[in-house]
């Protein structure tokens, strides 16, 4: 059973921070790029960060470079978003995403979490 629970959201006030950590189980971690996307009220769900299986490589939207930072513990079956100098803006449910896409046999896999909502006071 594919299991993908985040945890480390809540409120938090404006230039603070907060750590998200998604824990995996179910699938072979090692082998997925793990991402962290968030949802808005009322706006569609966007790519805030990414890392590649071996984590050897991230990627950041560019509203949160330089405040936000993606890592991942394959022996932990475990990806973290620490994220700083919060904003308002950044108040949204944030997801869990796992993704690998094997070209061998033409093959995408996708499990995504339930979210765990951070807001930003002002």
């Known amino acids: 059973q594919v299991q993908l629970v985040e945890s480390g959201g809540g409120l938090v006030q404006s230039g603070g921070s907060l750590r998200l950590s998604c824990v995996a189980s179910?699938?072979?971690?090692?082998?997925?790029?793990m991402s962290w996307y968030l949802q808005a009220p009322g706006k569609e769900r966007e790519l805030v960060a990414g890392i590649t299986s071996v984590g050897n490589m991230t990627s950041y939207a560019d509203s949160v470079k330089g405040r936000f930072t993606v890592s991942r513990d394959n022996n932990k079956n475990t990806v973290l978003l620490q994220m700083n100098s919060l904003k308002p803006d950044d108040t949204a449910v944030y997801y869990c995403?796992?993704?690998?896409?094997?070209?061998?046999?033409?093959?995408?896999?996708?499990?995504w979490g339930r979210g765990t909502q951070v807001t930003v006071s002002s």
């Open positions: 179910g699938f072979t971690f090692s082998t997925y790029a």
């Open positions: 995403n796992a993704l690998r896409i094997t070209m061998a046999t033409m093959t995408r896999n996708e499990y």
